[in-house]
């Protein structure tokens, strides 16, 4: 099944029992927005919360990075996320942060869940059900688990960028790439990894914030400089829009596209990882 469904897909099943819709909405810091008081304000009917930055590794000071597979059993088994349902999640941008959730379920070996294209801002224009306040799903039992293959980490990049295995894509503005803009976190150099290309993640969506179709992304990719024949290694600021990236490529077919999980923010403040400026 395709890595993203229509509203219209979901509208047609929403309320079954073997489908569950899950809000992902998150905001950069610099936004001043709250995901979660949004969402008590107005979400897709029957729609639970996932907070990335709760369900997320607490003892680092890194943001939201990947928690421990029994933790993050616990965390999606209270959001009653069965490993047997069909899993569709969402955010109010379009497509963002919704794609960072479905990469996480992925990688916590969930096989069954997809992005809504165009998010809540679609499903609101087209006059599609939502409501208010808590939803309270029913708990299940969530057996741990983890896809090894979909996670990249610092030493993993270390070993990439002196082997050449596959293609670090950067999801970040170009001008954050080249260096010339400073980075938004403090203390982080500016720059990129070496042999890095460049696709910021804004140019695989639609201005009506769906995903854009199967021909135009292999066009974007193949502008950037990225061969797809080959394996590739997402990367971003913190890990949310690698995963937009490594959602356009799972349209194409690539559904194994691994997202480095520290992305700059991690790296960025390595005082031995090497870093270039530049195109």
Partial sequence: ???????????????????????????????????REEHLQRHVSGAVFFDIDHVADHDTDLPHMLPTPQAFAEAAGALGLARDAQI?????????SAARVWWTLRAMGYDKVHVLDGGLRKWLAEGRPVE?????PQPVAVEPRFDP??????ADVRE??????????DAR?????????????????????PGAANLP???????????????????????????????????????????VLALALARLGLDRTAVYDGSWTEWGGLPDAPVVTGP
């Fill in 1 to 35: 099944m395709a890595p993203v469904v229509s509203t219209a897909w979901l509208a047609e099943r929403l309320g079954s029992p073997d489908v569950r819709v899950v809000d992902g909405s998150w905001h950069m810091p610099a936004e001043a927005r709250n995901g």
């Fill in 88 to 96: 569709v999640v969402y955010d109010v941008h379009g497509i963002r």
């Fill in 132 to 136: 208010a306040g808590e939803v309270r």
């Fill in 149 to 154: 293959g979909l996670v990249r980490s610092a």
């Fill in 160 to 169: 990439i960028l002196a082997s050449g295995a596959a293609r670090m894509l």
């Fill in 173 to 193: 503005a170009a001008a954050r790439f080249t260096g010339e803009a400073p980075e938004p976190r403090a203390g982080l150099r500016s720059g990129h990894m």
């Fill in 201 to 243: 993640w804004e140019q695989v969506i639609a201005a009506d914030g769906t995903l854009r179709p199967a021909d135009e992304l292999k066009a974007t990719f193949e502008a950037a400089g990225v061969d797809l024949a080959r394996p590739i290694v997402t990367t971003c600021g913190s890990g949310v829009t690698a995963s």
